[in-house]
């Protein structure tokens, strides 16, 4: 079998009809249908992680900005209340030190008031 029975034997033989393509129809504008999809997952993400993000952010930051400001309230309250009494009380001498009782006795008297509120059980909803 030489070189010539090859060829003899390739160009005899009869060629097999090509199959019509089967690929699927790839539309014109597949790039724009593709950046459409992507920035819709993208957005779609971004809704979903980004936006609880801020906002737990933005409750943080108020929270702590809200808790400054009571403390120094408190402060500012306490120290006034202070000045007051012992400015006006008719103790002479005693007014620092009744006006510390006087406070103490406040705050002690709410903060009762809030512990036995505290321990008392929930009412069922009926």
Known sequence: MGW????????????KPSKPSTAPVV???????????????????????TGPVMAAARWAVYGALM???GI??????TTMVLRFLQSYLPFGDANV???YLILGAIT??????LLGKA???AEVAK
């Open 4 to 15: 010539a029975s090859l060829q003899s034997d390739v160009m005899t033989q009869p060629s």
């Open 67 to 69: 808790l400054i400001v």
């Open 27 to 49: 539309p014109d504008d597949w790039p724009a249908q593709a950046a459409e999809r992507i920035e819709d997952l993208v957005g779609t993400v971004r809704d979903k992680t």
């Open 108 to 113: 002690t008297t709410g903060g009762l008031v």
């Open 119 to 121: 321990k008392q059980p």
């Open 72 to 77: 120094a309230a408190i402060i500012l309250l």
């Open 97 to 99: 030190w009744v006006s």
